[in-house]
């Protein structure tokens, strides 16, 4: 059974900073493409970033570029995201999923999703 547990959501100021990570088990980790999403209240479900299983590059939506970075531990099973510069329009309930497609930038090109943690920052 796959299980993906995010963690690291919280409450913090506009300019600070937060981790997420997401702990998978059940597949192959290494041989995932592994992406964040995320989704306001009233907002489609929005994808935020994404690091390729084969060569770890990454690719990040315009809105935050240059603030967050997502990276992988194969090791440990992990993907992070780590989030600095933040702004109360970041807030959002961020999820963590695993694509088998090495190029993976739309929900529908995921098929394991975590539960979701909350991140508010407020202004």
């Known amino acids: 059974q796959v299980q993906l547990v995010e963690s690291g959501g919280g409450l913090v100021q506009a300019g600070g900073s937060l981790r997420l990570s997401c702990a998978a088990s059940g597949l192959i980790f290494s041989t995932y493409t592994m992406g964040w999403f995320r989704q306001s209240p009233g907002k489609e479900r929005e994808f935020v970033a994404t690091i390729r299983w084969s060569d770890s590059h990454t690719y990040y939506t315009d809105s935050v570029k240059g603030r967050f970075t997502i990276s992988r531990d194969n090791a440990k099973n992990t993907v992070y995201l780590q989030m600095n510069s933040l702004k109360p329009e970041d807030t959002a309930v961020y999820y963590c999923?695993?694509?088998?497609?090495?190029?993976?930038?739309?929900?529908?090109?995921?098929?394991?999703w975590g539960q979701g943690t909350q991140v508010t920052v407020s202004s």
């Open positions: 999923a695993a694509s088998r497609y090495l190029v993976a930038g739309t929900a529908s090109t995921y098929r394991y």
